[in-house]
């Protein structure tokens, strides 16, 4: 080839052949090129390896020479952008090399350097590196990541797996690990247990690197519901470390208290307060604060009291919590003055729930302190100091349960207040005042009902029927239970009826009866007993024919079954009815003996039975049918007897009114006409004796010697019935011509002289 060259040279013109030397020669330096190109690549990856290499060495001696370890891995970082399998192992080494850097450096610089470790460190990940260094990088980015606040699933990623055989320091490792599990959404409490176990069981001398980790593990314990084992870690801890040491004897002081050893918290408190200034690592407030109280619980209750004026003069959330406290001592000693002005102490500066904040004594004991001192109160008699605990309790509780403590307080007030109506019915207006106000404050429907109802019933007792009707109308806008409305419109037509609005009330009456429930019955009775008023005596009976039916069949009421049997009974009673009046007077007495219409009930039950003994009489012109009469009369005779046993019984015990006592004279009375119609004359008589003497100087008197004279006369013995004319006649002698005034002609003055004449003609 080159004879074939050198042979086409030299058939060139000689003007042409300079050109061929120069063209040998690039001919020549192409080849070069070609020849070396392999050995140049070669010779720039040693250099990049070599500056690897190197930088690892600056990293690794010791000490460790960071600036020039640095400074390799960026030579190298940027030549090895031409050679990508090497970019991972130049970012870990820059990123490892920062590492040592941040832990050297002041926590002012060491953040930003932290961060340019993990972009290092993470761009290392993402790339392929010796497997000698997977390890170690995992552990590194794990730091890295530690300190910058990565996501402590991220941190525990890098660490859990390279800790044991990647760290230098494994007792810092375990401490950052233990960090992270603490850390995650969800605290791992026993992972973060066992790590700080494997921590502490490191070979360690030194005290003052182990009692962190100690005061740390006696915290997880803590959190972990252990207290007994926390109180044993943090119980190894000295005083070679002064600040651990303090927070470590507070924290058991704290959960000696929590467990109720009292004696071990109260050494605790006491060795704090020897202590000075930082080193008691709580506020000399909160110290004595917790110290009364474990005094108070070993019964030491003056050292408590001492200790908690000491606290009270200090200031800050001990001095509230003490001051409480003192108020509550004052209440047991029945200091009612103290104890008002202590608890108004204590919240002095509070407006409002929000308002209160104290770590130990906490609202919902303040709120149980200030509703206790309400019942106290109440129960020392002295309600006016309830009512304003009750106002104080605003400062502390949820608007709505604040007023519905001030209309508690109102209510056991006003029961009181008998003797005072006029105060009585102010203080029932203050009562549902403060119910109708947290009806305006609940949250839910059911609660307003709930207050709404009771507002309408205070000022039902404090007799304003328009305020308590535009209750019950907003109850009805809010109550959704069935029975519940059926009540509320009730209690409507009940306020209507008594304001004469009789059809809006019967309106009512109609519509609680759509509604289920013992209301129901109630309120047909209601329009029965108008009807009955009214005159309407069929629609009555018809209502409460019904009602009775309805009531047995579905669901017994006590209530509206015994208004509706009453008033049936009446009703019949007023149609002259008297046998059936008596079936349902005779029911209505077995089935409700504590009604308080007994009383006449038992009169009008007695009534009906002397008018059916009468009406046979009658009918049969007192010759036939006298076995009826023989029936009935011993009936009435046997009620009349129950009722003056009952009364006299009453007037023993001082408990029978005036009405009582002319009930109980005309039973006397009825017993004896029993008596005589049945011809027992000679009970009669001895009765007829008594009253006579009773009412010497009354017109009935004349009456008791009329009836004596005739007993007198059908047991033949007219020498006692002449006996009994002349008390008559005596008797009418020295009454006044006033007691006859109104009296019908047979009553009259000249009506008993003529009697007494036609008497003494008699055989």
């Known amino acids: 080839m080159a004879s074939e060259l050198a042979e086409h040279v030299q058939k060139w013109p000689p003007s042409k052949q300079w050109q061929v030397p120069m063209f040998l020669a690039g001919l020549a330096a192409l080849l070069l090129v070609w020849w070396v190109r392999p050995l140049w690549h070669v010779t720039e990856v040693e250099k990049l390896d070599h500056q690897l290499a190197a930088a690892r060495k600056a990293l690794h001696q010791s000490p460790a020479d960071l600036k020039e370890a640095l400074e390799l891995g960026q030579a190298a970082l940027d030549r090895a952008q031409r050679f ?73 990623g890098c660490l859990a797996p390279t800790v044991d055989h990647a760290a230098e320091d494994r007792s810092e490792a375990y401490r950052m690990l233990t960090e992270a599990y603490l850390h995650l959404p969800q605290p791992n409490l026993q992972a973060a247990l066992e790590t700080n176990k494997k921590q502490l069981d490191l070979p360690q001398i030194d005290e003052k690197l182990l009692a962190p980790a100690r005061l740390l593990r006696g915290k997880l314990f803590l959190q972990s519901h252990q207290p007994g084992e926390a109180r044993k870690v943090l119980a190894r801890i000295d005083k070679t470390t002064p600040g651990i040491y303090a927070e470590a004897r507070l924290l058991r002081a704290q959960s000696c208290q929590q467990d109720k050893l009292y004696e071990e918290a109260a050494r605790l408190w006491e060795e704090m307060l020897s202590d000075s200034g930082q080193a ?40 509230q919590a003490a001051t409480f406290r003192l108020a509550e001592s004052k209440l047991a000693k029945q200091d009612a003055a103290g104890a008002e002005a202590a608890f108004e102490k204590a919240l002095v500066g509070e407006k409002s729930l929000g308002d209160y904040h104290n770590t130990l004594l906490d609202v919902t004991e303040a709120q149980r302190l200030i509703q206790q001192a309400c019942k ?172 009775l039916e309805l009531i047995m069949r579905d669901k017994p009421d006590p209530e509206a079954h015994e208004k509706s049997l009453f008033l049936l009974a009446d009703l019949y009673y007023t149609r002259g009815s008297f046998r059936l009046a008596a079936l349902r007077y005779q029911e209505a007495l077995d089935q409700y003996p504590s009604n308080p219409a007994t009383i006449t009930v038992r009169w009008r039950l007695a009534e009906c039975y002397r008018k059916l003994a009468q009406h046979e009489f009658d009918r049969q012109g007192g010759l036939q049918n006298i076995n009826m009469f023989r029936v009935w009369m011993p009936m009435a005779k046997a009620n009349y007897e129950k009722l003056v046993d009952d009364l006299t019984g009453l007037k023993a015990r001082g408990l029978l009114k005036l009405d009582g006592e002319k009930i109980l004279h005309q039973a006397e009375f009825m017993v004896a006409e029993c008596a005589f119609d049945l011809e027992q004359f000679a009970e009669a008589a001895r009765l007829f004796d008594i009253l006579a003497d009773h009412d010497r100087y009354r017109v009935a008197g004349l009456t008791a010697l009329k009836q004596l004279t005739r007993c007198y006369l059908a047991l033949h013995e007219p020498e006692k019935a002449q006996e009994a004319l002349r008390r008559l006649q005596a008797t009418l002698e020295v009454l006044d011509e006033n007691l006859f005034a109104g009296q019908p002609d047979e009553m009259s003055r000249k009506g008993w002289l003529r009697w007494l004449e036609w008497a003494k003609k008699q055989p």
């Open 376 to 547: 106290t109160y109440r129960v020392l008699g002295d309600y006016q100091r309830s009512l304003r605990m009750a106002d104080l309790y605003r400062k502390l509780a949820p608007a709505e349960a604040a007023q519905g403590l001030i209309g508690e307080a109102a209510d056991e007030w006003a029961k009181h207040l008998d003797h005072e109506p006029v105060r009585k019915i102010k203080v029932l207006r203050e009562a549902a005042a403060a119910y109708e106000k947290a009806a305006g404050l609940a949250r839910t429907t059911t609660d307003q009902a709930k207050w709404l109802w009771l507002s309408a019933d205070r000022y039902r007792q404090a007799h304003d029927p328009h305020q308590e009707l535009a209750m019950l109308q907003a109850f009805l806008r809010v109550e959704a239970a069935p029975e519940r409305r059926g009540e509320g419109w009730l209690a409507i037509g009940k306020i209507r009826l008594a304001l004469n609005r009789q059809e809006e009330a019967r309106a009512a009456f109609l519509k609680c009866i759509e509604y289920p429930g013992p209301a129901a019955y109630l309120a047909r009775y209601q329009l029965a007993k108008m009807h009955f008023d009214e005159g309407k005596y069929d629609e009555a009976e018809a209502e409460l024919k019904q009602n």
């Open 84 to 156: 990508p399998d090497r970019l991972g192992e130049a970012h870990f080494l820059i990123g490892s090399a920062y590492c040592r850097l941040a832990e050297q450096s002041p926590q002012a610089e060491a953040d930003s350097i932290w961060q340019q470790a993990r972009s290092h460190l993470e761009e290392a990940a993402k790339q392929t590196i010796r497997t000698v260094d997977d390890s170690r990088l995992m552990y590194d980015l794990g730091k890295a990541r530690f300190h910058t606040g990565a996501p402590p699933q991220q941190v525990i």
């Open 280 to 319: 008691r690592q709580a506020p000399l407030d909160r110290i004595h604060y917790s110290l009364g109280e474990c005094y108070q619980q070993l019964n030491r209750a003056g050292e408590a009291v001492a200790t908690w004026e000491k606290a009270a003069g200090e200031g800050g959330e001990g001095a």
